[in-house]
């Protein structure tokens, strides 16, 4: 059975970086696209970025282009998400998930397996 665990989460201040990662276990990782989705408050989860097998494309929403860059190192079964100048609207719960299917990446139904979550709090 696939496992996703999300790691890297905390509190820190408007301006600064922090590198989240997602690590995968139980399946073939290089056959996943692997996907990040953020959930604020009273929010619904949001696709924020994702990265194909194999060839590692990468797809950004539109409000982190530019400050989020999306990563994954096969040799770790992991993903990273390394997120730079932070805003306070970056507050939120961040998740991972798996797919096996690149082109439906944006869609939080398409995905088979989630992780737990990691907290992301930004101070103005």
């Known amino acids: 059975q696939v496992q996703l665990v999300e790691s890297g989460g905390g509190l820190v201040q408007a301006g600064d970086s922090l590198r989240l990662s997602c690590g995968f276990s139980g399946g073939p990782f290089d056959r996943y696209s692997i996907g990040w989705f953020r959930q604020g408050s009273g929010n619904e989860r949001r696709f924020v970025a994702a990265?194909?097998?194999?060839?590692?494309?990468?797809l950004y929403s539109d409000s982190v282009k530019g400050r989020f860059t999306i990563s994954r190192d096969d040799a770790k079964n992991t993903v990273y998400l390394q997120i730079n100048n932070l805003k306070p609207e970056d507050t939120a719960v961040y998740f991972c998930a798996a797919t096996l299917d690149w082109r439906t990446v944006r869609f939080r139904s398409k995905y088979s397996y989630w992780g737990q979550g990691t907290q992301v709090s930004v101070s103005s």
């Open positions: 990265i194909s097998e194999v060839s590692g494309l990468t």
